[in-house]
């Protein structure tokens, strides 16, 4: 039903998933609709899960899914952070690619496996409750336009911070803090927010990292500013690496964002998409800076199997 609200660039199409897919619940495959959860799952009721959203690029005869390992390595290990057992990263890996042949899409994928306490007993606590994996897929576009520039706010909502729930971990309850702020942004004609930490200090989108260029210099929050450490963020400091670009992991001042010469946000789901406007003040020339550019084209390269030197990121299934 519609609900009046201005859903901006949330385009129903990009975050629907498919019910006829097969997906895979605590050891079975069954259709989507068929994977369903007691009312009374530990997880539903306090947020108890961590997750991870994984890439799959149809690339005309086959789908290669980008850094599957290094998802599930990330799972596995804020999963044990969690005191939730996953399953292995092998076993992780097997799952996702099974389920990718199975489903036998023939355009762009996004993976969401995800550790949860399927336990159904009273009490918020991560001791002697059992736990479960599911691993489903949808098809995904784009998430944030890549091509407009997007027009971003900072966030009247502050940033989880380590001390309470670690955004590191990708933990399903922290996810209410990026609901907040993403809700906000769009409900005031934004199209993303941008966090502030407890310090003050720029931190990352709802569900993207941030990354600045200023004076030829790129500049991204370090990995103590309560950040996801994302994958995404880690490719493009390795292209820079490559690339020759300057590239620095400091803390972030909020007014830096508004004298940056380049502004862009990178995630699996956002890709590299370029800011126009934080809190209307435009970003540079307000077009997609010279570096962005070479970086959104790095990185679509990489994705699609274009560049061969990158080809270790991705596998097929
Ligand atoms: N920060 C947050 C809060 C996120 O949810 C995501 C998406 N996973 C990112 C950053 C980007 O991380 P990645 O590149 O690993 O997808």
Known sequence: MASG??????????????????????????????????VNTHALQYGTGCFEGIRGYWSGDRINIL??????????????????????VDEMCTIATRLVRQNEPKHNI???????????????VLIDVPDGFLCYMQPLGDYLD???????????????SDNSIPTRTKATGGYLNSA?????AVMNGYDEAVFLNDRGQVCEGSAENIFLVRGGELITPDRTADILEGITRRAILQFAKDLGIPAVERPVARTELYLADELFLVG?????????????????AGT????????????EDAVYGRNPAYASWLTPA
């Open 5 to 38: 609200l201005p859903w901006g660039t949330v385009t129903k199409s990009a975050t629907q998933p498919v019910n006829n897919t097969f997906a895979y619940l605590d050891g079975g495959w069954r259709p989507l609709t068929e994977c369903t959860v007691p």
């Open 67 to 88: 850094f599957l390992r290094e998802h599930f390595q990330r799972l596995a290990g804020n999963a044990a952070l969690l005191m939730m057992k996953s399953p292995t």
């Open 110 to 124: 996004y993976i969401r496996p995800m550790v949860y306490k399927k336990g159904l007993t009273l009490g918020p």
């Open 146 to 160: 890549t091509s407009k520039g997007l027009s971003v706010c900072v966030s009247s909502w502050q940033r989880l």
């Open 180 to 184: 907040l702020a993403k809700s906000e």
């Open 268 to 284: 699996t789901g956002c890709q590299v998409s370029w800011v126009r406007s934080v809190d209307k003040r435009v970003v540079g």
């Open 288 to 299: 997609r800076g010279p570096l962005t550019e070479r970086l959104q084209r790095a990185y």
